[in-house]
């Protein structure tokens, strides 16, 4: 099993930025997966970003290119991602998953564990 916890979020104005974190434990790999999503009220979850622990490709989602960076830290146990120039439309609640392979996807179901997820509030 593993256990995903996030952090970092909170209510900010736009333009802000925040760091979210993502913090691993258990039977963790550094083949694994990891990706951010993102779910806004009576919207489905959307792919964020993904990145592998040991390193390979990174994704990002369209709408956060250029704006949004993940990064992970093998030796923590933690990913995070940095989101700069913040817009109302990123309001959501934020999921940190884990998938059981080195192969980043944009598909949710795709991933084996989550987190409880941390808000993300932005105000115009």
């Known amino acids: 099993q593993v256990q995903l916890v996030e952090s970092g979020g909170g209510l900010v104005q736009a333009g802000d930025s925040l760091r979210l974190s993502c913090a691993a434990s258990?039977?963790?790999?550094?083949?694994?997966?990891m990706g951010w999503f993102r779910q806004a009220p009576g919207k489905e979850r959307d792919f964020v970003a993904g990145?592998?622990?040991?390193?390979?490709?990174?994704l990002y989602g369209d709408s956060v290119k250029g704006r949004f960076t993940i990064s992970s830290d093998s030796a923590q146990n933690t990913v995070y991602l940095q989101m700069n120039s913040l817009k109302p439309e990123d309001t959501a609640v934020y999921y940190c998953?884990?998938?059981?392979?080195?192969?980043?996807?944009?598909?949710?179901?795709?991933?084996?564990?989550w987190g409880q997820g941390t808000q993300v509030t932005v105000s115009s």
């Open positions: 998953a884990a998938r059981r392979t080195n192969l980043v996807v944009r598909t949710p179901g795709y991933y084996d564990y």
């Open positions: 990145i592998v622990w040991n390193g390979g490709k990174i």
């Open positions: 258990g039977r963790t790999s550094s083949s694994y997966a």
